[in-house]
């Protein structure tokens, strides 16, 4: 965490701009609730606000204001939501969320929803440098090889900041400049507002931009300082579904060299997904084409992938986990699971478990060293421990009204393609035989069988499947068979 204040410095607001529409992203949804890393982006620049411990934090918004006012308060409940009227642009902004402050006179940091890659170092940073300049003003910049869509830093003949300019405002020549914009800045609180009364709307949007502050400002003849960000990634903001994308990469490069830094083991970061919720214990393996997302722990020692996607689940230590599908699932300790496993949420599986091949499980506990090797889905179901179930098990948990739970007791052995009835309880140490349909109750130590005999009808195919390719076939089987007991004779 990164504290911008001391003793005697001045309190620190920061006021997060969250109330455009995104037109640029086609998008019904708010341009800040798109998410990366597991996140809206509004969510990354909350958390950075919230690490540098500010007096208060205040989100502006407008459009789509009960769905992003509603993220904010989820993540945050403590932050304050501000609503811009129907004045346009960024100065109006942040004039009403200064309105609702109105004796605080420290230093006030703005922030735009829509760049998350800004860590708090950096804007601590910004903060320090801006207090000890004495500045009315600091502006973070960046320089990029291509600046399209954002505001262009224009200095002056000594290299300090004498406005910045919009993209749809720029000259031919201002288009040219690299250095962009960050849309970060921090102000003195009372020179800010002093100048916010002062912008107009003289441009190309019809907006009241908080970018103007800037040159009156210097018109002021009051400083205003500038601060290069070292990352200009990290600098970008999110305008457009290139940007995103982009800005997802950038992030995860970001959290997957964090959790390698920490000790995990990970062999092709450009095909692994780590969302920045998720948390990876020293010593995990992750394989190619992985996903870790949401709140998904990984403990010591185990191996995830490769091709595997994990959602809100926990993976104990040592277990493997191969080209599975999981979400809001526990794999204990030494547990293998996979390939090609499907976990839906409410799936436990106990120490030293195993869940295997073509297996679909939901809502259902499967005890320590307990299998289900292949080819089988169990749904609302408790295994006891030490169990095995044989291919094929099925527990039919729903009858077209309700669902209805399987439990099978300790150290069970099932027969292949045994189909559990429920609700039915199979007792400890019981044994099923193959084929089974068990909708009875299973004593302990019993054997369960459902078997008819069999009655083969001869020729029947012959009979009732004329000229078709198997009717050959055993014609001409029964012929040799013919000629075989003939010459026995």
């Not at 504290?3 to 992203?25: F, K, W, Y």
């Not at 190309?204 to 200009?232: K, N």
Request: proline fraction near 4%; charge should be negative; include cysteine.
């Amino acid at each position: 965490m990164s504290n911008t204040h001391s003793t005697d410095a001045p309190e620190l607001a920061v006021i997060i701009l969250a109330a455009g529409q995104g037109t640029r992203m086609k998008s019904s949804l708010p341009k800040v609730l798109h998410r990366i890393g597991g996140r809206p982006l509004l969510g990354h620049v909350l958390d950075t606000a919230r690490n540098l411990e500010p007096a208060n934090i205040l989100v502006v918004v407008r459009h789509e204001r009960d769905l992003v006012a509603d993220a904010v308060l989820d993540i945050a409940p403590e932050i304050l939501v501000v609503d811009q009227d129907e004045i346009p642009g960024t100065g109006r902004a942040v004039e009403v969320a200064l309105a609702r402050v109105p004796d605080f006179s420290g230093d006030v940091l703005v922030l735009s929803g829509d760049v998350p890659l800004l860590d708090d170092e950096t804007l601590a940073g910004l903060v320090r440098a801006h207090r000890a300049s004495g500045a009315a003003a600091t502006v973070l910049s960046a320089v990029v090889a291509d600046a399209t869509g954002y505001g262009r830093i224009v200095r002056d003949s000594v290299g300090g900041v004498q406005r910045i300019v919009e993209q749809k405002d720029a000259t031919d020549a201002e288009a040219e400049i690299t250095e962009i914009n960050a849309g970060v800045y921090v102000f003195q609180a009372p020179a800010l507002r002093a100048h916010l009364s002062l912008v107009g709307t003289a441009n190309a949007q019809g907006e009241r931009y908080l970018t103007d502050v800037v040159g009156l400002l210097r018109d002021s003849r009051l400083a205003v300082g500038i601060s290069q960000a070292s990352d200009a990634a990290a600098a970008l903001g999110v305008n457009d579904r290139v940007q995103l994308s982009e800005a997802a990469r950038l992030l995860n490069a970001r959290t997957v060299r964090r959790w390698q830094l920490e000790g995990a083991t990970i062999l092709d970061p450009a095909s692994t997904w780590i969302d920045v919720t998720a948390s990876l214990a020293p010593d995990v393996t992750v394989l190619p084409g992985t996903h870790i997302l949401r709140s998904t722990a990984i403990a010591a020692g185990a191996t995830v992938g490769p091709d595997t996607s994990l959602v809100d689940c926990e993976v104990g230590e040592n277990a493997t986990v191969t080209r599975t599908d999981a979400t809001l699932a526990v794999i204990g300790a030494g547990a293998t699971v996979g390939p090609f496993a499907y976990l839906r949420p409410g799936t436990y599986l106990g120490e030293k478990g195993k869940i295997g091949t073509f297996v679909e499980t939901k809502n259902s506990t499967i005890g320590a060293r307990s299998k289900v090797p292949h080819l089988s889905y169990i749904g609302d179901t408790t295994i006891g421990t030490g169990v095995n179930l044989g291919a094929g098990a099925i527990t039919a948990n729903y009858d077209d009204i309700a669902k209805h739970r399987t439990e099978i007791g300790d150290e069970v052995h099932t027969g292949s393609h045994n189909v559990f009835v429920a609700p039915v309880r199979i007792g400890e140490g019981a044994k099923t035989g193959a084929g089974a349909v068990i909708r009875k109750d299973v004593p302990a130590g019993a054997l369960a069988l459902s078997v008819a005999p069999q009655r083969n009808v001869e020729g029947w195919v012959e009979t009732n499947r004329p000229g078709t390719a198997a009717a050959d076939a055993a014609a001409k089987a029964r012929s040799a068979q013919k000629a075989d007991d003939g010459a026995q004779e």
